[in-house]
């Protein structure tokens, strides 16, 4: 469970952008557009931001971080990503 203060503080690693809590799957997701190959976010043309990724206008996926014994885990590597709709 995680608690409404901790929350609001809890930004998305990657957009920086606000986190829904799942209470039901106990995930905390963020529905900004990142790119479906790294994680890190597009940017308004579509394309990703990090250096060096060769995603070309990639379809945009949000993140899901799980959270182990309370405790979230914030990293972009151990996201999940899925299509946004
Ligand atoms: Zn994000
Ligand atoms: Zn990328």
């Known amino acids: ?13 990657s957009c920086k952008g ?3 809590y799942d209470t039901k799957k ?16 597009l940017d308004a043309a579509g394309d990703c931001t ?8 990639p379809r945009p996926a949000g993140l899901e971080y799980r959270i182990e014994e309370d405790i979230p885990i914030m990293l972009i ?5 899925f299509p946004l709709q």
Do not use: N, Q, T, V
């Open 1 to 13: 469970m995680i608690s409404k203060e901790l929350l609001e503080i809890l930004a998305c690693p």
């Open 18 to 20: 606000d986190l829904s």
């Open 26 to 41: 106990a995930l905390l997701i963020c529905h900004g557009k990142h790119c479906p190959e790294c994680g890190m976010p």
């Open 50 to 57: 990090r250096e060096g990724c060769d995603a070309s206008k």
């Open 77 to 81: 590597d151990e996201a999940r990503k």
